[in-house]
């Protein structure tokens, strides 16, 4: 079975900063995706980046990035020159690359970007 | 933008009343899925839904639970005979395929309450 832990429950940081969020693993797959997905309060989750685990290098969306550690099973995003909308939940999540579709989430991480 | 939408937003019901959660899936998505949030604990996998058919369930999924596409645009979750575990976010998701690669998107959640 697969797990992902997410050890940072709440984050804060000044807007225009950057911040780490982290994210680690365990699974014995060799070929999976990983996920992180950005829930705004009081609105649904949506997907802010995803990773290939057989690519090699970290995947970007404008602002977010990923440091993508395979062997460490490790899993953390970035974020670029925060902004106040960017306070919302954070969940890491994996998924399986073939057979099962079911998403398996971290517990959260609460990151609050102050003015 | 489409979107996943659900309803109610709220439920309360009492211990062993039936309950059923409503979703519409994006129109043109073929796969559905429900998640579950307990207060404080992890977004987990209930079931997943293709062709009328489950494709996989979790173990939480037992028989109080059952899925259903009554018409062609909505997805529903029953919960037969509610217990106090029962009560958490519940969201659904839908998505265009079944690969890893496809984006599950996610509904804004119905939080049951039982009593």
């Known amino acids: 079975a697969q797990t992902v832990t997410q050890s940072q429950p709440e984050m804060s940081v000044q807007e225009a900063e950057t911040v780490t969020l982290s994210c680690t693993y365990d699974t014995s797959e060799n070929n999976y995706y990983l996920f992180w997905y950005k829930q705004p309060p009081s609105r649904q989750m949506i997907l802010v980046i995803r990773q290939e685990a057989y690519k090699q290098q970290n995947a970007t969306e404008n602002r977010f990035s990923v440091n993508f550690q395979k062997a460490a099973k490790s899993f953390s995003l970035k974020i670029s020159d925060s902004q106040l909308g960017d306070t919302a939940m954070y969940f890491c999540?994996?998924?399986?690359?073939?057979?099962?579709?079911?998403?398996?989430f971290g517990q959260g991480t609460r990151l609050t970007i102050n003015p | 933008e489409p979107e996943v939408t659900q309803t109610p937003s709220h439920q309360v019901t009492q211990m062993g009343q039936e309950v059923i959660l409503r979703c519409v899936p994006i129109s043109n998505h073929l796969y559905f899925y429900w998640y579950r949030q307990i207060l404080g604990q992890k977004v987990e996998f209930l079931v997943s839904?293709?062709?009328?058919?489950?494709?996989?369930k979790s173990e939480i999924f037992d028989d109080q639970f059952s899925v259903e596409r009554p018409d062609g645009s909505n997805f529903t979750l029953k919960i037969r005979s509610t217990k106090l575990e029962d009560s958490a976010m519940y969201f659904c998701a839908s998505s265009e395929f079944a690969n890893a690669y496809n984006e599950q998107f996610f509904g804004p959640g119905t939080r049951l309450t039982v009593l």
């Open positions: 839904f293709y062709n009328n058919e489950i494709s996989e």
């Open positions: 999540a994996f998924m399986k690359r073939q057979g099962a579709q079911k998403l398996v």
